[in-house]
């Protein structure tokens, strides 16, 4: 059974540039959630969608978005990127969700550098 | 934030001992999860929790959870190089409608031969 995987692995942005980063959860999962990581913030909740609505948001600006498609599939775009959006972005992939208790599967992650 | 915070946050033992972890958080929860990260990758899950069970074994891992204490504990006993790593815990909202996981700040697992 294939994991979570996200694309880019890695990718440099530049200030004012935006970026779209793509993750295929775990087969059968509806659940696919955003987390970033960086060293002086840690692991924050971005955003997770379900069944392709966005059914919980974190505190991040209107500049993170993200989506859904009817295969799972979601992508997380950030568009005029900043320099404190370097990060780790994972994906994380789950039946049902956090709430349900399930298991929550992660990517590798998307290594973004805006410079 | 930070759900809570893992004690201690750098831990540096020899190969074949022990590896103890705590974690605490502040709200209710239903679950506890614990993963751990290589550094640069993602996250691999190690172990869920529910908050009914005080104990959970896993191999070489024994996870315990007191929920009175808002705390947990992951302990690794015969510790290998390649449990170098840094760990972390999540926990799930508990009550409401949140679907999303709250992480400590982890330990930094150092093992050395």
């Known amino acids: 059974k294939a994991g979570v995987t996200q694309t880019p692995r890695y990718l440099i942005k530049t200030r004012g540039q935006q970026v779209t980063l793509s993750c295929s959860p775990i087969?059968?999962?509806?659940?696919v959630s955003w987390y970033q990581q960086t060293p002086g913030q840690g692991l924050q909740f971005l955003f997770e969608?379900?069944?392709?609505?966005?059914?919980n948001k974190g505190n991040f600006p209107g500049r993170f978005s993200g989506r859904q498609f009817s295969n799972s599939r979601s992508e997380m775009n950030v568009s005029t990127l900043e320099l404190g959006d370097s990060a780790l972005y994972l994906c994380?992939?789950?039946?049902?969700?956090?709430?349900?208790?399930?298991?929550?599967?992660f990517g590798e992650g998307s290594w973004l550098t805006v410079v | 934030s930070q759900q809570g915070e893992e004690d201690p946050q750098a831990l540096s033992i020899q190969e074949g001992e022990n590896a103890t972890m705590n974690c605490s958080y502040k709200?209710?929860?239903?679950?506890l999860q614990w993963y751990r990260q290589n550094s640069g990758r993602g996250l691999v899950h190690l172990i869920l929790?529910?908050?009914?069970?005080r104990e959970k074994h896993s191999g070489r891992l024994r996870v315990t959870l007191d929920t009175s204490k808002k705390s947990s504990s992951l302990l690794i006993t015969a510790s290998r190089a390649a449990d170098t790593a840094s760990y972390f815990c999540?926990?799930?909202?508990?009550?409401?409608?949140?679907?999303?996981?709250?992480f400590g700040t982890g330990t930094r697992l150092q093992v050395t031969l």
């Open positions: 709200t209710s929860i239903n679950n």
């Open positions: 969608y379900f069944s392709e609505t966005q059914r």
């Open positions: 087969s059968g999962h509806r659940s």
């Open positions: 929790i529910r908050s009914n069970e």
């Open positions: 999540a926990t799930d909202p508990g009550t409401g409608t949140a679907s999303k996981l709250t």
């Open positions: 994380a992939s789950s039946l049902e969700g956090a709430v349900s208790g399930n298991t929550i599967y």
